[in-house]
């Protein structure tokens, strides 16, 4: 054995160790970051002040998106034919997720995944597949949701954001005219391999692109009526997807984990003139108690769950 061979040997095992550690001491401070940032009081007085009824309607919603979007990654599976179980992939889709909403998508929705499915055998041109396909699925409910909302439903903005309902329509239709473009692809280009920085992603058929559109198109509409729900039908459901799109690409455009403070600001900037600013700023702190935080007290627990099932599976191999 080569002195280079020796040498590796000896410090590999440490740096794997180190790089591990160092993976769940930054999770453990984006975490604790996080949660030094939330108003917990202003939290906890907004969830009290909402009926029963709302609140017991709005978690449902809530519980049934994640169960949705937790299946995203099953299709994924069905593309590469790997040979892990349902409740595993369902499992690590929603570890992702949740923290993906909370601390973003590159630790979230990338770095949790290669984690988890790695631990669990999975190659990275695997992952790298199903991570991509689970993406597009989520995407592309959004531009069929988003332009129907916009093209068919458009709502009154503020006149300094320079764009009126005309405006609003042609996005619509362009959005809508993206995802047609899709399906003609899905169609007509069905079972070739597309060469994405190196990566071989076969084209799928028709009735797997249908699967996608109708999953995410759901799922964006359950999330759209957990804020609907808790704003008590004040406005108009519509009016309340259409707003919750525009701040989710406001959340993606700027970066901000949670999307703290952009989903306020486009809320209150576009319903304000409808419902009081303190019940609208409410009804968004017990969303973000809802969908945000108390899944992801509940992906922590999962996720030490799965790393010491990942252990026990490798032990044994």
Known sequence: MSTMALSRQSWWPWARRVAVWGFFALIAWLIVRQALVVEWEDVFDAIRALPAASLLAAGALAAGSFALYSTYDLLGRHLTRHKLGTPTVMGVTFISYAFNLNLGSLVGGVAFRYRLYSRLGLSNDTITRVLGFSMLTNWLGYLVVAGAAFCFWPMALPPEWKIGSEGLRILGAALLAVALAYVAVCIFARGR????????????????????????????????????FLLQGQVAYVQVLAVLLVAAVAGVVTHVPAGLGVLE???????????????????????????????????????????ARARRLRGRR
């Open 193 to 228: 391999v597309l060469r994405v920085r190196g990566h071989g992603l076969k084209v799928p058929g028709l009735a797997m692109a249908a699967l996608q559109l109708a999953m995410s198109c759901a799922n964006w509409s359950l999330i759209g009526g957990v804020i609907w």
């Open 265 to 307: 600001a486009v809320f209150v900037a576009l319903l304000s003139h409808e419902v009081p600013q303190a019940q609208l700023l409410g009804a968004l702190l017990a969303y973000r108690g809802l969908y945000y935080l108390l899944p992801l007290a509940v992906a922590a627990l999962a996720y030490l769950f799965t790393e």
